[in-house]
């Protein structure tokens, strides 16, 4: 294929299976230019060897600094720009609060929040000069609500959706985009080879937890949500001139963060007067 200098330059962070790969595909299909990057390069091999000169290969450990500048310079110096960054990298860890390890939490942290973070202030630097780009933060309907035996990787992705929301208002007037994405149930690798379970297992939480990891059995290689579409409407938010904050990917997670929002609704408004009575009684005779 002709290069076509007009084409986008993106950037994705866990190409090997999943998300990261449909996007990759679907990205190099249409005549972007890609520098896919995964822990395991060859395994981007077949891929990149079919589009030689719209793809690159790199090895990114999104939690190895060094090699998350290596690859930016690499990208830079490849293609000259980056137009769009997908935060894509993360797992899941299964374990109620009181079942995870400390090196377990800080571990998920490293990669869902702190490797999501490397990137970014690494590409952002780029793109501020250049007066534009898009950051697509691949959160999850568990960035939005929290889930039993999900507690710690609900908090990386709740992380990841507070620092992106501050994020898109101090680069909003360099031209840059941030998109936070949240997906639902996807037949990925995610919730089968990807997923961490808590070494510790406590029976009091059998009951809870451990329906989560029976859940995640049947979940695994059966869920509805198909990562080429989920790439597509992605792609289609980055074409948008005017891209959404967030991003809700699947009917489930739809449903889930409606769901979430009524309950917040309905809790303010019950709690409102005691909400509401928590001034100085100064403040209060200042306004009679
Ligand atoms: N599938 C779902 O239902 C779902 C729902 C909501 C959110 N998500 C999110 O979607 C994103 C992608 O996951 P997926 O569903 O596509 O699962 P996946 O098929 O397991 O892919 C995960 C990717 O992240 C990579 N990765 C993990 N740790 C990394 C690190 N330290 N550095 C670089 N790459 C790393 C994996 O690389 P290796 O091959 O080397 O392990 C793999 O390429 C994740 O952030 C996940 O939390 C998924």
Not at 105 to 131: D, I, K
Not at 146 to 167: C, D, R, V
Not at 179 to 186: A, K, L, N
């Amino acid at each position: 294929m002709m290069t076509n200098h007009n084409a986008k330059v993106w950037f994705i962070t866990g190409c090997s299976t999943g998300f990261g790969r449909a996007l990759a595909e679907v990205v190099l299909k249409q005549g972007d230019r890609l520098i896919a990057t995964a822990r395991k390069p060859e395994q981007l091999s077949e891929l990149v060897n079919s589009f030689p000169d719209t793809a690159k290969a790199v090895r990114l450990d999104v939690t190895n600094r060094q090699e998350v500048d290596e690859a930016v310079n690499t990208a830079l110096s490849t293609f000259g720009q980056i137009d769009v960054l997908v935060n894509n990298a993360g797992y899941g860890l299964l374990g109620a609060i009181e079942e995870v390890s400390d090196s377990e939490v800080r571990a998920q942290f490293e990669t869902n929040f702190f490797g999501a973070l490397n990137v970014t202030q690494a590409v952002l630097t780029h793109m501020r000069s250049h007066h534009s780009g898009h950051i697509l933060n691949i959160s999850s309907v568990g960035g939005f609500s929290g889930f039993t035996g999900f507690g710690i990787y609900n908090a990386t992705k709740f992380a990841l959706e507070g620092a992106s929301e501050a994020l898109a208002q101090e680069v909003a007037p360099f031209g840059i985009h941030v998109t936070i994405v949240e997906p639902g149930g996807f037949r990925t690798d995610w919730a089968g080879r990807s997923m961490v379970r808590s070494a510790c297992e406590i029976e009091d939480y059998a009951e809870l937890s451990g329906q989560t990891r029976n859940w995640m059995d049947r979940e695994d290689g059966n869920q509805v949500g198909d990562p080429a579409r989920a790439a597509t409407a992605m792609i289609e938010v980055v074409n948008s001139s005017q891209p959404p904050l967030r991003l809700v990917l699947g009917a489930d997670a739809l449903e889930r963060i409606r769901g979430e929002l009524r309950s917040v609704a309905e809790e303010l408004d019950r709690w409102e007067a005691t909400s509401v009575n928590t001034a100085f009684s100064q403040t209060a005779s200042f306004a009679v």
